[in-house]
């Protein structure tokens, strides 16, 4: 009987121990606090959550960052490397590489991925992507890719991309094979469309628009509200610069016309001249196109003009085997702002082809012929004068 009692004493011990022992806590590891960093020098996830940075991967700095589908975490002072992707909540100093995308707060380093960067901050360094580079605050660097090259912050150096690049404000260079867009620049613009506000340096493309310039345009189309500098393109549309309609008569016996547009020391000149039929001379129609130099002396200017002009017997659009180029020197006096007058020297070069060769040309007969393979080439002197509106 004493030992059963002793039996059940012990087997009741025993219960209240283990129960005391299953409501003792299990002691767990000590928390972070927010806002403290973990230093854990490599970290290995298969995705967010699933990693030994653990469930506070924002509170883990990692030399080395790896990823199966993305990693993640507070900081990266070294590489993270994923497949998928790479996500640093504060900030990356060094490298992030991924065939997908990259995001860091802020970036001194290197982004490259596939698809995209971003830096949610100011990036100190180079992003390379085949998509899209995004900087949402200061950058200093390069943005390279073959798609669109983002700065939403003041941006010193370079983007570069076949697709479209823009920034607010610039100090350095954009290229491009699509657009470039600045707000502010510093620099030059190079693509087939370059879009700016106040630009001083260079535009050169097959459009470019600004606000205000101070360089060189350089484009099939120029347009600028205020241009210092040269405007030099088939057509430029300079705010102050020069708009005006030119009447003149010359030796060829012609009354002509042009539209002169342009900046303030280069213009586009559109002609359009008549030689009256007579006795012995058919009509000739001649439709050119001219490039000058403008010099501006206060109220007086010299034009230094080069054009060339296919001359048309009887009607206008009738077929042209003749080519007039000429180069003038004119000297004028602009005592209103919208009325001059101006006279000058040009050397003629007449080039025929075929056809019927223009008579009289050469009204003073002071010019020489040379002929070769069928070709022909009059050179004469000639003078002009006429008027500006």
Not at 233 to 248: E, I, M
Not at 280 to 287: G, I, N, Y
Not at 333 to 340: G, L, T
Request: a neutral charge; charged letters at 10%; one cysteine or more.
């Amino acid at each position: 009987m004493k030992s059963k009692v002793s039996v059940c004493v012990g087997v009741l011990a025993a219960v209240v121990s283990f129960s005391a022992g299953a409501e003792e806590p299990v002691p767990m590891p000590q928390a972070v606090s927010a806002g403290q960093e973990v230093r854990r020098p490599f970290g290995f996830a298969l995705m967010p959550g699933l990693s030994t940075n653990g469930f506070s991967s924002g509170d883990v700095v990692n030399s080395l960052s790896l990823g199966v589908l993305a990693s993640h975490a507070g900081r990266v002072d070294g590489l993270a490397l994923a497949f998928g992707g790479n996500w640093v909540d504060r900030e990356l100093r060094g490298i992030e590489v991924a065939l997908g995308a990259n995001y860091a707060g802020q970036v001194k380093g290197l982004q490259l991925a596939l698809a995209g960067n971003v830096a949610g901050g100011s990036m100190r360094g180079i992003q390379a992507a085949v998509g899209v580079n995004v900087a949402a605050g200061e950058m200093v660097g390069a943005q390279l890719s073959s798609g669109i090259n983002i700065a939403a912050g003041e941006t010193r150096g370079l983007q570069a991309s076949p697709g479209l690049n823009i920034a607010p404000g610039m100090v350095g260079a954009q290229l491009s094979s699509g657009i470039n867009i600045v707000g502010r620049l510093e620099g030059a613009q190079l693509s087939l469309l370059n879009v700016g506000g106040d630009v001083r340096g260079a535009q050169v493309g097959l459009i470019n628009v600004a606000r205000r310039m101070k360089g060189l345009q350089l484009g099939l189309i120029n347009v600028a509200s205020e241009a210092d500098g040269a405007n030099i393109g088939l057509l430029s549309l300079v705010g102050n610069g020069q708009h005006h309609v030119q009447v003149w008569g010359s030796d060829l016996s012609m009354t002509n016309v042009a539209l002169k547009l342009g900046g303030k020391h280069f213009h586009t000149l559109f002609t359009l001249g008549l030689r009256p039929e007579r006795e012995s001379q058919q009509r000739w129609w001649a439709a050119g196109l001219g490039f000058g130099a403008h010099i501006p002396f206060g109220p007086l200017f010299v034009d230094a003009d080069l054009l060339a002009s296919s001359l048309h017997q009887g009607q206008l659009f009738s077929p042209s085997g003749n080519l007039l180029g000429q180069a003038r020197l004119l000297g004028g006096w602009k005592p209103f702002s919208h009325f001059a007058v101006f006279g000058g020297v040009t050397l003629n070069s007449l080039v025929h082809f075929h056809g019927q060769e223009p008579r009289g040309m050469d009204r003073f007969g002071q010019g020489s012929l040379h002929q070769e393979d069928g070709v022909s080439v009059r050179t004469w002197p000639g003078f002009l004068a006429g008027v500006q509106i």
